[in-house]
């Protein structure tokens, strides 16, 4: 299973509107990081979460000017990068853990994608995906982020090698998302997260897991966005 940036999913836009008008779609409360995180878990594979996938956790919370995000990644066996990429370069090719994130209450069709490898290294972008499952022949397109530009886009990640565990924290300002300082308490959001998993012997194919999973090889289907709540 293998998933490029510029994968073209090959069934029809009414096809796949069809497959996904009434997806399960998961809630998760997030409160202020003075009182704690929300957290999910999840262990299951994409497409259809029919396999079993290694556990995967989530921790967000908010302040007056980020979204605070902990990614935990367990049962890594490979810990796996290309040690030449930097930002914005096709870390999703190896091992990513990545947060699909959107203000508001519909199925979006622009959204900002947050990827960190386990170098640290992070590719960011607002996606335009109109068709909201990414269909055959729809317009797609990412508009980069340079984390130099984007004041306060932060992230640091540590590795247990030893005991299988890789944590990424991450710092996502709201001003992306025109969510004035001061401002997040009470504000409804789609997300939805990811990972990739992959290994040097078998690479480039990939294994894919999520929190909401999607019912194809296909992270791009916004009607799969959980709904968040900053409580």
């Known amino acids: 299973m293998k998933r490029w940036a510029n994968l073209i999913v090959l069934i029809g836009a009414s096809a796949l509107s069809a497959q996904c008008t ?3 779609v998961p809630s998760l409360d997030v409160p202020s990081c003075t009182k704690g995180t929300g957290r999910v878990q999840y262990d299951k594979s994409v ?3 029919e396999s079993k996938f290694p556990l995967t956790q989530v921790d967000l919370c908010y302040t007056s000017s980020d979204i ?3 990614f935990t990644a367990f049962e890594e ?3 796996f990068y290309n040690a030449s990429q930097t930002t914005n370069d096709p870390l999703y090719e190896y091992e990513v853990m990545e947060a699909f994130i959107y203000h508001g209450t519909s199925d979006p069709s622009s959204y900002l994608e947050f990827e960190v490898s386990p170098n640290n290294v992070t590719w960011q972008a607002f996606i335009y995906n109109p068709s909201k499952v990414r269909a055959a022949g729809a317009p797609f397109d ?3 982020l340079s984390t130099p530009i984007v004041d306060g886009l932060v992230t640091s990640t540590m590795l247990d090698k ?3 565990i890789w944590i990424s924290n991450a710092s996502i300002p709201l001003g992306l998302f025109n969510v004035d300082n001061g401002a997040a308490k009470g504000t409804k959001w789609r997300m939805n997260f990811f ?6 012997d078998t690479f480039p194919d990939q294994g894919l897991g999520a ?7 296909n992270f791009h289907m916004t009607p799969f966005f959980g709904n968040v709540f900053f409580v």
Request: aromatic fraction near 6%.
């Open 68 to 70: 605070k995000i902990t």
């Open 211 to 217: 929190w909401n999973p999607t019912n194809m090889s």
């Open 22 to 24: 009434t997806p399960h």
């Open 47 to 49: 497409p259809n979460g």
């Open 195 to 200: 990972r990739t998993i992959v290994s040097p």
């Open 77 to 79: 066996v490979n810990f």
């Open 162 to 164: 030893t005991a299988g």
């Open 142 to 144: 990412n508009g980069q």
